[in-house]
C-alpha cells in the first residue's frame, strides 16, 4: 500500500457545545487493531488542545519513548498554525482560492483570518506569496518579512517552508532557500508546497531538469496548485518537449477542472510551434473560462501581434489599461510600447514606458521601475539616443540595487555596454562587459552569460574579426532555451549582420528569415523584426534577385508607414525601392 504501515480512521461527533472525537489505528497489512482512543471537548476554542491530547495518545501506541515523543519535531497545533478556529477556517478557505489562482480573494480571507489572530504566521506568509502572484513584489517582501518575525511559534516543516520563501525572494539568497527547501522535504518528502516553489528557484536559474524533478514530485503528491502544472509545461516547453508539456496540461484537465490559466499555457505550446490560429481558439478557452483574467488579455494581444493584426493586438492591450489590478495596466503599458516600437513609433513606446516608471513609482515597485527602465534604454539605444539610454541604464541599475532585482542590474550593464561599443568607446565598453561577466560569474544565474558572449561578440564586430564575432554570436544563442521561434532577435541580428559584412549574402538572408518567422523571441524587439525586411530587401538587391528584394521592402516600409521622422532606414528603403520599380 505504498509504504504504509499503520491506518488511522477516526469519527467526530457533536451535541450541542461539546464534542467527542473517537479514533482506531490498525496495522495496514492485516486490519489488526492497534489500539482505540478518544478524547472530548467543548466549543469550538477547544478543538485544537483536544487534537493536541489525542496526538499524545497515539504516539504512545508506536512504543515510543517519552524522551522521543519529547523530541519530535510536532509542536501543539494551536502553536503551529493559530489558537482560533475560525481564523484557520479563513486560511483554509483562502489556500484552496490561491491554488485556484484567484489572489485577490485569497488575501482577503488572509486579512478575516489576521483580524482574528495577528500572530498567524501562516497566513502572512500566504498573503505574500499572493501578492507575489500579482506581480505586487514589494508587498510580498513585507508579509514574508512579518511571517519570518513569527516563525518562531511554528513547527520545523512551517519555519522552513517561510525561510525558503523569504530567502526565494532575492537571487542573491537562493542558496539559502534552497537548503531550507530541501531540510523541509527531507522531513515531509511530500510536501507540495517546498517542492513546488524549489522547483521555481531552479526554473528561474533556468536549469530545467532540476524544475522539472521538483515540479514533478509535487504532481505526484496530488497538488492541486494550477502553476505547479503550468510551470512544469513550461520547463517542458523550454526543452521542447511539447508532447510532455501537453500531456502535464491535460491531466490537471482530467484530474481537477478545466482552468484559464491551463488554457493559456496550452496557447503557448502552439505559439513556440508556429501555429498561431490554434493557440488563438486556446486562448478564447480560456476567456470563457474566466473573462477577468488579465494574462489572458495579453496573451490574445500577442498572438493577434504574432498574426501582423496589429490593430487588434493595440485594441487588446488598451483592455489591460481599463482594469484594475496596477500589473494589468503595467503589463498594457509594456505591450503597447511593443506595438509601437514594431512599427518605428519610438516616441510613443518610450512614452508609454515612461507612463509605466510612473505606475511603478505609484504603487512603490522598484523592480517594475528597473523593468521599465530597461525598456527605455534598449528603445534609446535603436533610436540614437545615446545619452538617454545611459539615463536610464543607470535609473534600472539603482532600482534593482533597492530591490536586489539582479535581472534588472545585468542588463543595465549590458545596455550600457552595448551604448558604449554603439559610441564608439570600446575601452568603456571592455570594461563593463568585465564588470557584468563578473557579476554573473559571482551569482547562480550561470547562463546570463549569454549576455557577456553577445559584448564579446558585438566588440569583435567592431574589429571586422567576423569568424570570432560569430562565434560569440552562436554561444549566446546556444544558451538560449525554448525552439527556433523564440530565440532572442538580438542576437539574431547582430548573427546576420556578422554574415552580412563578412560577405556571406545566403547566410545573412538565411538568418535575417529566422528574425521574421520569430514569435516569442521578438516580443519587445519589434523593430528589429521590421528591420529584417528592410535587411533582406538590400541583400535580395545585392544578389540582383529584384523580385524577392522589392517584396520585402515593402513589407518593411508597410510596418514604418507611420515611423517617426528622421529615421534612415525608411527613407533609404523608399529610395531603393523606386530605383528597382523604375529599372
Same mark, same amino acid.
Given at each position: 500500500?505504498?509504504?504504509?504501515?499503520?491506518?488511522?480512521?477516526?469519527?467526530?461527533?457533536?451535541?450541542?457545545?461539546?464534542? =467527542?472525537?473517537?479514533v482506531?489505528?490498525?496495522?495496514?497489512?492485516?486490519?489488526?487493531?492497534?489500539?482505540?482512543?478518544?478524547?472530548?471537548?467543548?466549543?469550538?476554542?477547544?478543538?485544537?488542545?483536544?487534537?493536541?491530547?489525542?496526538?499524545?495518545?497515539?504516539?504512545?501506541?508506536?512504543?515510543?519513548?517519552?524522551?522521543?515523543?519529547?523530541?519530535?519535531?510536532?509542536?501543539?497545533v494551536?502553536?503551529?498554525?493559530?489558537?482560533?478556529?475560525e481564523?484557520?477556517?479563513?486560511?483554509? %478557505?483562502? =489556500?484552496?482560492y490561491?491554488?485556484?489562482?484567484?489572489?485577490?480573494?485569497?488575501?482577503?480571507?488572509? %486579512?478575516?483570518?489576521?483580524?482574528?489572530?495577528?500572530?498567524?504566521?501562516?497566513?502572512y506568509?500566504?498573503?505574500?506569496?499572493?501578492?507575489?502572484?500579482?506581480?505586487?513584489?514589494?508587498?510580498?517582501?513585507?508579509?514574508?518579512q512579518?511571517?519570518?518575525?513569527?516563525?518562531?511559534?511554528?513547527?520545523?516543516?512551517?519555519?522552513?517552508?517561510?525561510?525558503?520563501?523569504f530567502?526565494?525572494?532575492? &537571487?542573491k539568497?537562493?542558496?539559502?532557500?534552497?537548503?531550507?527547501?530541501?531540510?523541509?522535504?527531507?522531513?515531509?518528502?511530500?510536501?507540495?508546497?517546498?517542492?513546488?516553489?524549489?522547483?521555481?528557484?531552479?526554473y528561474?536559474?533556468?536549469?530545467?531538469?532540476?524544475?522539472?524533478?521538483?515540479?514533478?514530485?509535487?504532481?505526484r503528491?496530488?497538488?492541486?496548485?494550477?502553476?505547479?502544472?503550468?510551470?512544469l509545461?513550461?520547463?517542458?516547453?523550454?526543452?521542447?518537449?511539447?508532447?510532455?508539456?501537453?500531456?502535464?496540461?491535460?491531466?490537471?484537465i482530467?484530474?481537477?477542472?478545466?482552468?484559464?490559466?491551463?488554457?493559456?499555457?496550452?496557447?503557448?505550446?502552439?505559439?513556440d510551434r508556429?501555429?498561431?490560429?490554434?493557440?488563438?481558439?486556446?486562448?478564447?478557452?480560456?476567456?470563457?473560462?474566466?473573462?477577468?483574467?488579465?494574462?489572458? *488579455? $495579453?496573451?490574445?494581444?500577442?498572438?493577434?501581434?504574432?498574426?501582423?493584426e496589429?490593430?487588434?493586438?493595440? @485594441?487588446?492591450?488598451?483592455?489591460?489599461?481599463?482594469?484594475?489590478?496596477?500589473?494589468?495596466?503595467?503589463?498594457?503599458?509594456?505591450?503597447?510600447?511593443?506595438? /509601437?516600437?514594431l512599427?518605428? @513609433?519610438?516616441?510613443?513606446?518610450?512614452?508609454?514606458?515612461?507612463?509605466?516608471?510612473?505606475?511603478?513609482? $505609484?504603487?512603490?515597485?522598484?523592480? /517594475?521601475?528597473?523593468?521599465?527602465?530597461?525598456?527605455?534604454?534598449?528603445?534609446?539605444?535603436?533610436?540614437g539616443?545615446?545619452?538617454?539610454?545611459?539615463?536610464?541604464?543607470?535609473?534600472? /541599475?539603482?532600482?534593482? %540595487?533597492?530591490? &536586489?532585482? *539582479?535581472?534588472?542590474?545585468?542588463?543595465?550593464?549590458?545596455?550600457?555596454? =552595448?551604448?558604449?561599443? !554603439?559610441?564608439?568607446?570600446?575601452?568603456?565598453?571592455?570594461?563593463?562587459?568585465? %564588470?557584468?561577466?563578473? $557579476?554573473?560569474?559571482?551569482?547562480?544565474?550561470?547562463?546570463?552569460?549569454?549576455?557577456?558572449?553577445?559584448? $564579446?561578440?558585438? *566588440?569583435?564586430?567592431?574589429?571586422?574579426?567576423?569568424?570570432?564575432a560569430?562565434?560569440?554570436?552562436?554561444?549566446?544563442l546556444?544558451?538560449?532555451?525554448?525552439?527556433?521561434l523564440?530565440?532572442?532577435?538580438?542576437y539574431?541580428?547582430?548573427?546576420a549582420?556578422?554574415?552580412?559584412? !563578412?560577405?556571406? *549574402?545566403?547566410?545573412?538572408? @538565411?538568418?535575417?528569415?529566422?528574425?521574421?518567422?520569430?514569435?516569442?523571441?521578438?516580443?519587445?524587439?519589434?523593430?528589429?523584426?521590421?528591420?529584417?525586411?528592410?535587411?533582406?530587401g538590400?541583400?535580395?538587391?545585392?544578389?540582383?534577385?529584384?523580385?524577392r528584394?522589392?517584396?520585402?521592402?515593402?513589407?518593411?516600409?508597410?510596418? /514604418?508607414?507611420?515611423?517617426?521622422?528622421?529615421?534612415?532606414?525608411?527613407?533609404?528603403?523608399?529610395?531603393?525601392?523606386? =530605383?528597382?520599380?523604375?529599372?
Amino acid at each position: 500500500m505504498g509504504g504504509v504501515n499503520h491506518i488511522l480512521q477516526g469519527a467526530y461527533a457533536k451535541a450541542g457545545d461539546e464534542f =467527542r472525537i473517537n479514533v482506531t489505528l490498525q496495522e495496514a497489512p492485516g486490519g489488526e487493531l492497534i489500539a482505540s482512543e478518544s478524547v472530548a471537548g467543548k466549543g469550538e476554542g477547544g478543538i485544537f488542545s483536544t487534537v493536541d491530547e489525542l496526538t499524545r495518545k497515539i504516539k504512545t501506541n508506536f512504543n515510543l519513548t517519552e524522551q522521543q515523543i519529547a523530541a519530535d519535531i510536532d509542536r501543539e497545533v494551536r502553536k503551529i498554525t493559530t489558537s482560533s478556529l475560525e481564523a484557520y477556517k479563513y486560511y483554509a %478557505e483562502g =489556500r484552496r482560492y490561491h491554488n485556484n489562482g484567484d489572489y485577490r480573494r485569497s488575501i482577503e480571507l488572509m %486579512e478575516k483570518a489576521l483580524a482574528i489572530d495577528p500572530g498567524f504566521a501562516m497566513a502572512y506568509r500566504s498573503m505574500g506569496m499572493s501578492y507575489n502572484n500579482l506581480g505586487l513584489f514589494s508587498e510580498r517582501t513585507k508579509f514574508i518579512q512579518k511571517a519570518l518575525e513569527l516563525s518562531d511559534r511554528l513547527s520545523d516543516a512551517e519555519r522552513y517552508q517561510i525561510q525558503g520563501d523569504f530567502y526565494s525572494d532575492s &537571487e542573491k539568497t537562493y542558496d539559502r532557500a534552497i537548503e531550507a527547501f530541501n531540510n523541509l522535504l527531507a522531513l515531509y518528502p511530500d510536501n507540495t508546497m517546498a517542492s513546488q516553489n524549489l522547483g521555481l528557484i531552479y526554473y528561474s536559474l533556468e536549469e530545467w531538469d532540476k524544475a522539472i524533478q521538483c515540479y514533478n514530485l509535487s504532481v505526484r503528491n496530488k497538488s492541486d496548485f494550477v502553476f505547479t502544472y503550468t510551470q512544469l509545461a513550461e520547463a517542458y516547453r523550454a526543452k521542447e518537449l511539447y508532447a510532455e508539456a501537453r500531456k502535464v496540461l491535460e491531466d490537471y484537465i482530467r484530474n481537477f477542472s478545466d482552468n484559464a490559466q491551463i488554457r493559456q499555457a496550452m496557447a503557448d505550446i502552439h505559439i513556440d510551434r508556429g501555429e498561431l490560429d490554434q493557440a488563438m481558439a486556446e486562448a478564447a478557452k480560456a476567456s470563457l473560462l474566466d473573462p477577468s483574467d488579465y494574462n489572458n *488579455l $495579453m496573451a490574445k494581444g500577442d498572438i493577434c501581434l504574432y498574426k501582423g493584426e496589429l490593430i487588434r493586438a493595440e @485594441e487588446e492591450y488598451q483592455k489591460l489599461l481599463q482594469m484594475k489590478e496596477p500589473a494589468a495596466h503595467a503589463l498594457g503599458l509594456v505591450r503597447l510600447a511593443y506595438v /509601437w516600437q514594431l512599427q518605428g @513609433e519610438y516616441e510613443k513606446a518610450r512614452n508609454a514606458h515612461k507612463q509605466g516608471v510612473g505606475l511603478a513609482e $505609484m504603487v512603490g515597485q522598484d523592480s /517594475w521601475i528597473a523593468r521599465f527602465a530597461n525598456g527605455l534604454e534598449l528603445m534609446c539605444l535603436n533610436s540614437g539616443d545615446f545619452e538617454e539610454a545611459l539615463k536610464y541604464s543607470q535609473i534600472a /541599475w539603482e532600482s534593482g %540595487e533597492r530591490s &536586489e532585482y *539582479l535581472a534588472g542590474q545585468r542588463l543595465a550593464l549590458y545596455g550600457r555596454a =552595448r551604448v558604449f561599443i !554603439a559610441t564608439k568607446a570600446m575601452d568603456k565598453a571592455q570594461r563593463t562587459a568585465d %564588470e557584468l561577466k563578473e $557579476m554573473i560569474d559571482k551569482g547562480m544565474f550561470k547562463r546570463a552569460i549569454r549576455y557577456h558572449y553577445h559584448l $564579446m561578440g558585438l *566588440l569583435e564586430l567592431e574589429k571586422k574579426r567576423y569568424p570570432q564575432a560569430i562565434k560569440y554570436f552562436e554561444s549566446a544563442l546556444a544558451l538560449e532555451a525554448f525552439g527556433p521561434l523564440s530565440k532572442n532577435a538580438v542576437y539574431l541580428d547582430s548573427l546576420a549582420l556578422a554574415h552580412y559584412q !563578412a560577405g556571406n *549574402l545566403d547566410k545573412a538572408a @538565411e538568418t535575417y528569415g529566422r528574425i521574421a518567422a520569430l514569435t516569442t523571441g521578438r516580443l519587445g524587439y519589434g523593430d528589429i523584426y521590421a528591420k529584417s525586411f528592410y535587411m533582406m530587401g538590400k541583400i535580395y538587391e545585392q544578389k540582383g534577385e529584384k523580385a524577392r528584394a522589392i517584396e520585402n521592402y515593402r513589407k518593411f516600409l508597410d510596418l /514604418w508607414k507611420n515611423a517617426d521622422p528622421g529615421l534612415p532606414e525608411p527613407e533609404d528603403a523608399r529610395t531603393r525601392l523606386a =530605383r528597382l520599380k523604375a529599372s
